[in-house]
DNA sequence: TTGCACTTACGAAAGTCTTCGTATATACTT
DNA sequence: AAGTATATACGAAGACTTTCGTAAGTGCAA
């Protein structure tokens, strides 16, 4: 019913897509080859199954078929980010924001964009 | 050579060595039976495998073997952290920092701990 | 039109994860 | 001592993931 839990190789070919948009199996084989090595047939059928698993969607008026993420990129890594949270920090997000803001020495700016948004949800909050 | 990464399984086990200490199989089952229906089997199997793994370590002076984790509790999760900003941020932790903060609605006493926490970062930078 | 390049479809192998049944050993209890 | 409860060891099934080989269809070019 829902749409599963992309696996690791099916997010690296959702990152593709939400990158490049609408794309062939050609032009995301290519892509993941250029940080790894991996036969075209793979791709394919790995696409394949992400259409049938709902994770992908595609178009096949022309020959070499198009292929489409179905859920947007934000919602995809909320719900991830979600799942790991549960999993690894007891469902605390804050718990894990701590962690990665103690051991990630963050940029000046990056902080300064962390601060702007505290302020935002705070002004948004009351 | 290295530790690997644990199966979610495997994390739930770990979740239950860290908040308890060191503790036996029936322990543990116990526990997770608090959440989930598992065989004791299943969960013996499991611990054997961590320890194969180097995940967990064990006391087999007793009849009823001690398990333990072999890895810190932050040692891991800061490693799994850092995988899974890999795999769904691009490497990017603040990215994610940005979309935990964006969505869920932190408590202002959690605002007002991760800006304690930014300006200690600060502080200590310079 | 014959052949080459490229595409999808399909099946299956190899690896991993989770689960549990069964066998066997050890301790306790009556 | 016999029987019951509890422990570990082991093997294997079933599901899922990733990988690729091979077959078959389609279009283009010489």
Redesign the interface.
Known sequence: MEIPKPT?AE?EIL?ILWHYGPSPVRFVNDKLNEQREVGYTTTLKLMQIMVDKGIAIRNTDQRSHIYEAAASE?AT??K??GQ??D????GS??K???????????S?K??D???A??ER??RE?Q
């Open positions: 690791e997010l990152q934000a890594k909320t991830l980010l790991f949270v999993a690894a920090f007891n997000a804050m894990m924001v701590m962690q990665a803001l103690g051991q990630h020495q963050a000046q990056e902080l964009e962390i601060k948004l505290i949800i705070e909050g």
